[in-house]
Every structure is written in structure tokens, then in C-alpha cells.
């Protein structure tokens, strides 16, 4: 289902996590799990994988993240306030150590001059740490590869959650 490049960076994740004592969790919009989905093509993925959230509307966002309505009103749904609330409710709402979350643009409609097909909020925490904030701009590659590039990326936030 995933390429090879995708399924070893998963494969070498779980297994620092699982060294470390460590439980993730997803917050996903516009990769609709792909993101945990990935995590587990990986044996021995229920070790590291607490839960994943699947918040692909704004009323899911709200109702199981606890993401404000207000914040997506004022900012949209694809913004750093609507990454960082998501990735905080995932982990009050989980027993997870790490969450990443993802909010963004896949195309190929739905963008605009402020936010173009291929714009990603993504926010990492661990528990304990303050929240981590980017934003990617991947341009419009197409719908798989915006979302391959958002896995990507959201593997590599996870792995800096696990540093000391």
C-alpha cells in the first residue's frame, strides 16, 4: 500500500519509540489517517500507536478535539491556531506521549491566493513541552503527493518530539 521509502522511515520510527517507552497518537485532516495508517503496516506498531484521530470536518475537529469554533472562524480550518489546537485536544483526549497533527490544502480545489493547494499546517507536542508549529507550502504536486509529503513531514516532527 505505501512505497518502501515510506514503510523504513515507519519501520525505524516505531522501533525508536518503542526503545524509548513511547506512545503516539494522530490528529489528521486532509491525510484522513494515512499518517496512522502507515504506522501500522509496521509489526509491532501497537506498541508505539496509542490512537489516531480522523477530524476531517469541522464539526469533527470540534466535537472530538475540542477545537474551538471560534478559532476556526476566525482563522480557517487550515491554519497554525487549528494545528495547534487539534494536536493539544489528540493529547488530552489520548494516553499518548507524542501527538502530531496535520490541517491543509490537497487539492486539487479548494485553494485560494492566502492558502494554495499544497499549504499544511502541521503541530507536534509532547507531553510536558510546549507545542510545536510549521507550515509547509509543497505547491500544487497533486492530491497524492501533497498528502505523501504530509506524512513525510509529520514522521519527521514525531522524531523530534522523541528527542531528550
Known sequence: MFDDELERSAETLITQARAAGLK???????????????????????HVLERGFVTYSNAAKQEILDVPAE???????VSES????????ALAHSRADIVVAVTGVAGPGGGTAEKPVGL?????????RATLAEARRF?????HAVRRETVV????LIRRQMAP
Open 153 to 156: 513531514h509529520a514522521l519527521d
Open 139 to 143: 505547491g500544487d504536486l497533486g492530491r
Open 24 to 46: 503516539v497518537a494522530t490528529a489528521e485532516s486532509c491525510t484522513g489517517g494515512l499518517i496512522a495508517g502507515l504506522l501500522t503496516e509496521i509489526a509491532g506498531s501497537s
Open 120 to 128: 499544511v499546517h502541521f503541530a507536534a507536542v509532547r507531553r510536558g
Open 82 to 89: 487549528v494545528a495547534r489546537a487539534m494536536a493539544e485536544g
Open 71 to 77: 478559532v476556526i472562524a476566525n482563522q480557517g480550518a
